[in-house]
């Protein structure tokens, strides 16, 4: 499947990106960096990465997640969370270390709360 990058509303201060197909380098990937620029512009404070549809990562993509998760986290003051991964591309995470470093959830619904827990948790 082609790389496809779309994006909902979950709650009022919660964005999704769903990320589909194989992303990996190449034009789609350069056009799909841009993309999640220009809708990180809007300075999310919370943001999931929907990876249930995501068959392939490789490792240009990889900079380009982690690219992502820094504006949201250090230029933005905002949360990530990443979503629904398989296997193959849990294990990708898993084996850049990623796992360590983001918070990774088996669905969107799981990730969700953790935004609430963490809210109950700081307050």
Sequence with gaps: MIFQLS???????????ELAGRMASGNLLMKAEEDIKRLLATEPSKVIFDLTRLEYIDSAA???????????????????RLAGANERVS??????????????????E???????RAAAESA
């Design 7 to 17: 994006t909902r509303t979950i709650q009022p201060d919660v964005m999704a990106i």
């Design 62 to 80: 990889i900079g380009v997640l982690v690219m992502a998760v820094g504006l949201i986290s250090k230029r933005y003051g905002g949360q990530v």
């Design 91 to 108: 294990r990708i995470l898993q084996i850049t270390h990623l796992d360590r470093v983001l918070s990774m959830h088996n669905n969107m």
């Design 110 to 116: 799981n990730a969700c709360a953790s935004f609430e």
